[in-house]
């Protein structure tokens, strides 16, 4: 009895913070519209967060285009079909593997960031100060920092696929002499606009659960030090977990359609 019970408070703790999540999620949206605009903080979050991450992403998109490509390649070359290999690279990359690698790598960066410093700042009262003094911290810390992470992640989803394509044509270049030219316009004419544009559209998706996510477990932090890293942590897990999710979802809408 005491297992059960315990599972059955840990579900029942589960559907609530879902519950504040939709909750702080709604909230996001009917101050998203509201004035004053803080676009000059949007702008330096949108900065600091594209500029943090790029190098990260690169490295990690170059690496994923150089990996898939070694180890596909032996296979391919036993079928005959190592022709196709700019094609089947191309399709992974942009469809799948380039968004859900580096939302999930800005997840680690970004969410655990955004998690630590609002925690932080509600550990040491920041945030009641700005509430006291009638400034709208819901505003100035969530929606901006919202906002550029959602705007930022296509972009550097873009820039991720771009490099690990680039990798991926390195290897082509070493191990079977194909030219740039000749591998990426191998590329996108295996790319179609139904493989590009659901890509990009979930992209958004992918920033606003990063973005969300991170700031509700860092407004709403516990006191002490301790609450901090707890909020970083359960961040990064929580929205990788919500990453793939919405991965799903888009995948199968999108295959609804392409069966239509």
């Known amino acids: ?36 605009f803080e676009i000059k903080e949007l702008f330096r979050q949108a900065y600091n967060m594209g500029n943090r991450s790029l190098l990260l992403v690169g490295i990690t998109g170059f690496i994923i285009g150089l990996v898939l490509t070694l180890q596909t390649r032996p296979t391919l070359m036993e079928f ?8 089947m690279v191309g ?15 800005c997840a680690g960066k970004i969410g655990s960031g ?4 609002l925690g932080s700042m509600r ?10 003094s009638g400034t709208n911290p819901f505003k100035y ?22 490099v690990a394509l680039y990798g991926s044509y390195l290897v082509e270049n070493v191990k079977g002499n194909v030219s740039f030219s000749l591998y990426f316009n191998k590329v996108f004419e295996a790319l179609e606009f139904g493989d590009i544009v659901p890509a990009t559209i979930k992209t958004f998706f992918f920033g606003l659960a990063i973005g ?10 516990e006191k002490g030090t301790e609450g901090v890293g707890a909020a970083a942590n359960s961040a990064v897990v929580f929205t990788s ?4 999710v919405i991965d799903f979802i888009a995948v199968f809408v999108t295959d609804i359609f392409y069966d239509l």
Request: glycine share 8%; with cysteine; hydrophobic share 50%.
């Open 80 to 87: 005959g079909a190592v022709s196709w290999m700019p094609s």
């Open 91 to 105: 399709i992974s990359i942009v469809r799948e593997i380039g968004p859900i690698i580096t939302a999930l790598v």
């Open 123 to 132: 550990v040491t009262e920041q945030i009641d100060a700005m509430e006291v």
């Open 212 to 221: 969300i996510v991170g700031c509700y477990k860092g407004y709403y932090c």
């Open 114 to 117: 955004i998690g630590a410093e």
């Open 141 to 162: 810390l969530v929606v901006t920092r919202v906002l550029a992470i959602t705007l930022m992640l296509p972009l550097l989803v873009i820039i991720g696929d771009a």
């Open 1 to 36: 009895m005491p297992k059960t019970n315990k599972i059955i408070t840990k579900l029942k703790d589960f559907f609530i913070e879902i519950g504040d999540i939709a909750y702080f999620t709604g909230r996001f949206f009917k101050e998203v519209f509201k004035r004053p």
């Open 241 to 244: 977990l919500l990453l793939f």
